[in-house]
């Protein structure tokens, strides 16, 4: 048998994680450093806890579909980002993003079918109405106009709310809980206030659609679980949750950053407006280019395991660095150069596994409609500002833009 290499832990490597990126088209600096090996032992900056590194593609996607690595928030030794991470434990019950075999199964099961292509497809024409609504708005108002609050943001809002059968009108409520809980300057004091709201308003309107119904993704919910006998509204509350939370902060920042992105780089801009039947190539080279969500691939080993030359050990952590992973040169060549032809649908900026993201189908539509639409009704657009002076935002691992100021 090959003995597997092992650092020390004695006197393990310290990383301010999550690193900031300096820059928007490249990963941190900091991550040159991790070039030298495939797995690192760090201590957490911020936590003084200790957790293994993982950059490579390869090593992240096995990792990933290993079940010998858990998404348990709760276990003690899941990595914690903030000083006050403690605090951030849900009061919610588990969500799918924190659940493991064998619960998570039939929980992603219950829900999965409102994700498929075909239900994406018969949503396809509201979303272009949306997508067009919005454009009127922005080209009948002033210039220069922020296209994160003119389109950006409301968009996939109103998307996910409508789906999930939350008024519209409460966008607001939840766009502002929502950038508590993904800012890593707000207390812990705050986002534990946050969670709460939310869980109480969502608790709320669940309860009214149990004896009211309509036809969204909450109701469909509520019949199904009580035709199988298992509702829980705890449980349709945790879901919901994080529906909300991922189904638009996270499409609205790639929305802005694909954006600057394409006006950056006309030659994809050109090739898009020529054939919109390139624009999903676009859109998943902006996906792998940004990877916007790095640490959503953070787990903890339930036992010791042996990858990447290395054995993590039962109870340690390990941040897979998705963004990382999908500037691996070996998997994409020049990975720093946006190539819209490079055909990439095999990068990890959606996760891999079992927990590979629900609305991922969701998020390739919205962003394909908005690409073509925007370019299509305004093709002078263009920044009102240098990319360099754009305020942008890595909150939480979560990178994005805080306005995006545009005219044409």
């Not at 969670?195 to 109480?200: A, T």
């Not at 640490?295 to 941040?319: P, Q």
């Not at 360099?388 to 044409?408: M, N, R």
Request: proline content about 7%; some cysteine; charged content about 25%.
């Amino acid at each position: 048998m090959t003995e597997v290499a092992q650092p020390s832990r004695i006197q393990p490597e310290q990383a301010a994680f999550p690193m900031k990126r300096t820059c928007p088209f490249a990963p941190p600096p900091g991550y040159d450093r991790f070039r030298d090996a495939r797995a690192h032992y760090v201590e957490l900056e911020r936590t003084g806890q200790h957790a293994w590194v993982l950059h490579r593609h390869e090593d992240l996607r096995a990792m990933l579909n290993d079940p010998r690595f858990s998404s348990d928030r709760f276990n003690p030794g899941f990595p914690i980002l903030f000083k006050d991470g403690q605090q951030r434990r849900p009061t919610l019950r588990p969500s799918l993003i924190g659940m493991d075999a064998p619960d998570h199964g039939p929980a992603r099961r219950a829900v999965v079918g409102e994700f498929t292509v075909k239900r994406m497809k018969a949503l396809q024409p509201r979303i272009q109405e949306i997508v067009d609504q919005h454009l009127d708005a922005m080209l009948a108002g002033d210039k220069p106009a922020d296209l994160v609050s003119a389109l950006s943001l409301p968009v996939p809002s109103l998307v996910i709310c409508e789906q999930l059968g939350v008024p519209y009108s409460d966008h607001e409520f939840f766009q502002k809980h929502s950038s508590r809980l993904l800012n890593r300057e707000v207390s812990g004091e705050e986002r534990s206030a946050s969670v709460e709201e939310m869980q109480k308003y969502l608790s709320n309107l669940i309860s009214a659609k149990e004896t009211a119904p309509a036809d969204d993704l909450l109701s469909r919910q509520i019949a199904k679980k009580r035709e199988e006998g298992s509702y829980d509204r705890d449980d349709l509350v945790s879901m919901a949750f994080l529906l909300l939370l991922a189904g638009h902060e996270t499409t609205a920042n790639m929305i802005s950053l694909g954006t600057v992105a394409l006006l950056e780089n006309p030659d994809a801009l050109a090739a898009i407006k020529e054939d919109p039947g390139k624009t999903l190539d676009a859109v998943e080279e902006l996906l792998r280019y940004f990877t916007i969500a790095e640490f959503a691939t953070t787990r903890v080993a339930l036992e010791d395991v042996d990858i990447a030359g290395v054995t993590i050990k039962a109870g340690e952590g390990v941040l897979g660095l998705s963004y990382a992973a999908n500037f691996d040169p070996d998997v994409f060549p020049e990975p720093e150069q946006l190539d819209i032809t490079r055909g990439g649908r095999h990068h990890v900026a959606f996760g891999f596994g079992a927990h590979q993201c629900l609305g991922q189908n969701l998020a390739r539509m919205e962003l394909q409609i908005v690409f073509d639409t925007l370019f299509r009704r305004i093709p002078t657009l263009r920044l009102a500002a240098p990319v360099d002076q754009l305020p942008f935002k890595h909150d939480s691992g979560v990178f994005g833009l805080y306005c995006l100021p545009v005219t044409w």
